[in-house]
T-cell receptor, first 114, second 113 residues
Framework: GENVEQHPSTLSVQEGDSAVIKCTYSDSASNYFPWYKQELGKGPQLIID?????GEKKDQRIAVTLNKTAKHFSLHITETQPEDSAVYFC?????????????FGRGTQLTVWP | GAGVSQTPSNKVTEKGKYVELRCDPISGHTALYWYRQSLGQGPEFLIY????????DSGLPNDRFFAVRPEGSVSTLKIQRTERGDSAVYLCASSFSRSNEQFFGPGTRLTVL
């Protein structure tokens, strides 16, 4: 099965700085890579995703990059704000599979200090 | 519209007891998923329903765990003879179809004493 590794496990930045979270995956069949933000006491919320036919996607202050050859993808948050503080999860998925599971990383606790 | 809802939000039970956790998916979503999240970990897949049938139950840890979705909407996760190791947050997600974005509910925090 797929194995997703995520680093770092914790990340502290000053408000306004950038934050980068990196993930690697093992199964070359994976072709969909969502990122979720989870606030305390809530379920994960999708913030951005990328499919394997593109190398980069951006949505305002959030961007994701994908390197299929190296099997790694990254989340970039620019101009961080205190409300960005949360746990972020990367995940990998094979959209062509008949199975439904997302494979998640272990999460990154991001803290943005004002 | 309404998102995925789960009840109860918290459940405390004693070792050996039976529990049921309920999930109401987003209306019109045919795919439904259960995940389990332990403290400090990412969600781990348990089971996936397409309509009324379990299309993939390979994530269920043992035969104490069972889930149903009799009418293709609401789903219930059932745990028999609960153990302390079952303590976790149980998350439900739904999607319009298998290949679409999964929307998560707030989870049920299960504590087995």
């Amino acid at each position: 099965g797929e194995n997703v590794e995520q680093h770092p496990s914790t990340l502290s930045v000053q408000e306004g700085d950038s934050a980068v979270i990196k993930c690697t995956y093992s199964d070359s069949a994976s072709n969909y890579f969502p990122w979720y933000k989870q606030e305390l006491g809530k379920g994960p919320q999708l913030i951005i995703d990328i499919r394997s036919n593109v190398g980069e996607k951006k949505d305002q202050r959030i961007a994701v990059t994908l390197n299929k050859t190296a099997k790694h993808f990254s989340l970039h948050i620019t101009e961080t704000q205190p409300e960005d503080s949360a746990v972020y999860f990367c995940a990998a998925y094979d959209r062509g599979s008949t199975l439904g599971r997302l494979y998640f990383g272990r999460g990154t606790q991001l803290t943005v200090w004002p | 519209g309404a998102g995925v809802s789960q009840t109860p939000s918290n459940k405390v039970t004693e070792k050996g007891k039976y529990v049921e956790l309920r999930c109401d998916p987003i209306s019109g979503h045919t795919a439904l998923y259960w995940y389990r999240q332990s403290l400090g970990q990412g969600p781990e897949f348990l089971i996936y329903f397409q309509g009324t049938g379990a299309a993939d139950d390979s994530g269920l840890p043992n035969d104490r765990f069972f889930a149903v979705r009799p009418e293709g909407s609401v789903s219930t996760l059932k745990i028999q003879r609960t153990e302390r190791g079952d303590s976790a947050v149980y998350l439900c997600a739904s999607s319009f179809s298998r290949s679409n974005e999964q929307f998560f509910g707030p989870g049920t925090r299960l504590t087995v004493l």
